[in-house]
């Protein structure tokens, strides 16, 4: 049996992780929405929307738009090998498009992960990446459309 005051503080801490688990939802929907808009704003595609059923059902992308699957991740600090299972991730989700995984940490202008072979065909058939700014991201979308 547990005292009461160990329970208190159990529950305190549940409602805190709880809070975090919030905070966290919502700074990840804040930077879903900013990349939305961005996308709009740099590609024209009027139409674009957050992929609301990710919630719900897994390996789906945040945002699609024509030949690219979108994954988001907004963190305030990430470890390479974190990095490396958000990529591994948007693979896992991309289902025949090309993957680009964009992610901001705190203090940092947002990071786009693609594969290098979306930038040369000379590297077609590795799994080499390149990570690149927003406004390059868009370049190569553009040039691809």
Request: net charge neutral; hydrophobic share 40%; glycine share 4%.
């Given at each position: ?28 929907a ?29 390996d ?33 989700s ?52």
């Open positions: 049996m547990i005292s009461r005051v160990t329970f208190v503080k159990l529950m305190a801490a549940s409602v805190q992780d709880d809070n975090m688990g919030k905070f966290s939802r919502s700074k990840g804040a930077f879903e929405r900013f990349v939305v808009n961005e996308i709009k704003d740099h590609l024209g595609y009027k139409d674009v929307r957050r992929n609301l059923s990710q919630y719900q059902v897994s789906q992308a945040d945002i699609v738009i024509p030949d690219w699957s979108v994954e988001c991740k907004r963190y305030a600090t990430a470890t390479p090998s974190q990095i490396s299972e958000f990529w591994d991730q948007c693979v896992g991309a289902n025949g498009l090309n993957p680009v995984l964009i992610y901001k940490l705190d203090r940092r202008d947002p990071i786009c992960r693609v594969f290098l072979s979306v930038i040369s065909q000379d590297f077609e058939g590795t799994d080499l990446t390149a990570d690149i700014s927003m406004d390059g991201w868009f370049y190569l979308v553009r040039e691809r459309i």
